[in-house]
């Protein structure tokens, strides 16, 4: 979001700014009771883990890069909306801890650290850690010269693609967008 200085004459609007939405980042509407927990880089959450840098947003989610102050690691914590559940993570467990453990694609699913709740002035936000991806797909492309893979790469992103949603069918759950 941006805020833009506009001189005003002698209109009735009082206020000289103007709110002018950016592209790619989350609407500020969402963060209302029910929607996103407002975060702030620097922020501690769980007296544990310091916020660095957001990764990403959803519809139902903030993502933000923190250093886990036991660990000294950096890990990915996803913060959901006061109206989100707690079932993808519930599926992320659960999918971690049925057998067949040792299945080629269970490698492929987050492994859930650490879960939460942060209680703020939206409501109350299920979160939960996970370790950091390497990066995106689209990410990967993005920062190739060619923005374009060579053969072998996009066989093996497909066989990694095609295990891990093998594993997640043969377990019940399937991916919806």
């Known amino acids: 979001m941006a805020f ?3 001189p005003s004459s002698a209109d009735s609007d009082p ?3 103007k709110y002018v939405p950016l592209e790619e980042v989350e609407r ?3 963060y209302q009771p029910g929607g996103y927990h407002p975060i702030l880089i620097g922020d501690v959450l769980r007296s544990r883990y310091r916020v660095v840098h957001k990764l ?5 989610s903030t993502t933000w890069l923190c250093q886990d102050h036991q660990s000294y690691e950096y890990v990915a914590i ?4 006061a109206e989100s559940s707690t079932r993808e993570v519930d599926i992320l467990d659960s999918l971690n801890h049925s057998p067949p453990l040792d299945h080629p694609g269970r490698a492929m699913i987050p492994s859930v650290r650490d879960r939460f709740v942060l209680h703020g002035p939206n409501g109350a936000h299920p979160c939960y850690v996970t370790a950091l991806a390497m990066c995106s797909v689209s990410g990967a492309k993005d920062g190739s010269y060619k923005r374009i893979f060579q053969a072998s790469t ?3 992103l497909v ?3 095609v295990l891990a949603v093998e594993y997640i069918h043969a377990k019940g759950v399937v991916h919806g967008g």
Request: hydrophobic residues 30%; positive net charge.
């Open 154 to 156: 996009a066989r093996s």
């Open 4 to 6: 833009k200085h506009f």
């Open 28 to 30: 500020l509407e969402k």
């Open 15 to 17: 206020s000289p700014f």
């Open 78 to 81: 996803k913060v959901g909306t």
């Open 56 to 60: 990403g947003y959803g519809t139902y």
């Open 159 to 161: 066989a990694q693609l």
